[in-house]
């Protein structure tokens, strides 16, 4: 087991044409391969939005490589939210890198 202090985590906000072409199929299988933790989602603004936690190489390489996704993809940017700094242990340890349904931020409570 890695030392909590080598992980970080992120969030990634993906958009551009990376809905209906396998963008969170691709990510699960990306993320497995690279040994990160996390999920990937829809929004229904039409962007994916990815949370990311592991060894700060694997994520770094794992942003590097959402920059183009799959090949059916056309990324138009990548927006990156530091949840968790690298040396802070990572925002949480889950295992395994999940695939969720779409989020649809209306849903939220209003906070006004």
């Not at 999920?39 to 060894?55: A, F, S």
């Not at 700060?56 to 090949?71: F, L, T």
């Not at 990156?80 to 939220?108: C, E, H, N, R, Y």
């Amino acid at each position: 087991m890695l030392p909590r202090g080598n992980l970080t985590t992120v969030g990634l906000r993906i958009s551009g044409r990376v809905q209906g072409v396998c963008y969170r199929g691709w990510a699960v299988g990306k993320a497995t391969e690279l040994g990160l933790s996390g999920w990937v989602r829809n929004v229904t603004d039409g962007t994916v939005e990815i949370l990311i936690n592991g060894p700060k190489d694997q994520v770094d390489e794992m942003i590097a490589s959402s920059r183009s996704g799959p090949q059916s993809a056309q990324v138009g940017n990548v927006d990156i939210t530091l949840v968790d700094q690298p040396g802070k242990g990572g925002a949480f340890p889950t295992t395994g890198f999940d695939q969720l349904g779409t989020f649809d931020p209306s849903d939220l409570p209003n906070m006004d």
